[in-house]
């Protein structure tokens, strides 16, 4: 699984901050690919399996991100509202996904950007 390390590996009394794990919810495709990245994923299918993975999270110690999809993210904000109580360090954000309407995108532009030229 993928862990991130802050870029300050000491906490403020020196002692050593131990690794987080990157938690993704959402679709089984979506999912499919953070996994292959590494990251721990969670498939789910409608927004009472997100908010009951959501909520199951909840006594963990081990997680720094949580990925939510954006298909769900607005219909669970009861369970990421609880959460985020317990766990205020942690950033639950909203993941765009395959599902969800985006703005279209000059490829051309893109490309020219990622390769220095645009």
């Given amino acids: 699984m ?3 390390h802050s870029p300050l590996p000491l906490g403020l009394g020196g002692q050593v901050l131990a690794a ?3 938690v ?3 679709d089984p495709y979506t999912v499919y690919a953070f996994r292959l ?3 721990e994923g969670y498939a789910v299918n409608s927004p009472e399996e997100a ?5 199951e999270l909840i006594p963990r110690e081990d997680i720094g ?8 993210y607005d219909r669970v904000r009861k369970a990421v ?6 766990h205020g360090d942690v950033v639950v954000a909203r993941l765009p996904t395959v599902r969800e309407p985006g703005k279209p995108m000059d490829v051309q532009k893109e490309l020219l950007k990622a390769l220095g030229m645009g």
């Fill in 2 to 4: 993928f862990k991130y």
């Fill in 37 to 39: 990245l590494g990251a």
């Fill in 20 to 22: 987080k794990h990157i």
């Fill in 65 to 72: 991100l949580v990925l939510l999809s954006a298909e769900y």
């Fill in 81 to 86: 509202e609880k959460f985020r109580r317990v």
């Fill in 24 to 26: 993704v919810i959402a």
């Fill in 51 to 55: 908010a009951r993975v959501v909520e």
